[in-house]
């Protein structure tokens, strides 16, 4: 069985820094495309980062302050987050695209989720 396992999150003064990792683990032949998605109380979850080989995208309200990164040897996404701001506060949810054996399609799987609080 495919699991994706969050760790990282928690309670960070406003400026401060956090990595969040996410961790792909059980039986499957590959992993495609990773990403971090985030979702505040009473709004809709949205899109952070993305990550596929070397290429990666973010969104206007992260660039220049979120690095996404992978270990492909590990199974493992990364979200670097810096200048973090009170509107970051949210429950981050890794996602990913991995295929269980050759000839088989990719399937989205999700993460359990993990809090991320910016706050003095």
């Known amino acids: 069985q495919v699991q994706l396992v969050e760790s990282g999150g928690g309670l960070v003064q406003p400026g401060g820094s956090l990595r969040l990792s996410c961790a792909a683990s059980?039986?499957?032949?590959?992993?495609?495309?990773m990403r971090w998605y985030r979702q505040a109380p009473g709004k809709q979850r949205e899109l952070v980062a993305s990550v596929l080989r070397d290429y990666t995208n973010y969104a206007d309200s992260v660039k220049g302050r979120f690095t996404i990164s992978r270990d492909n040897a590990k199974n493992t996404a990364y979200l670097q987050m810096n200048s973090l701001k009170p509107e970051d506060t949210a429950v981050y949810y890794c996602n990913a695209d991995i295929r269980l054996a050759e000839g088989h399609v990719y399937t989205t799987y999700w993460g359990q989720g993990t809090q991320v609080t910016v706050s003095s």
């Open positions: 059980g039986s499957f032949e590959s992993v495609n495309t």
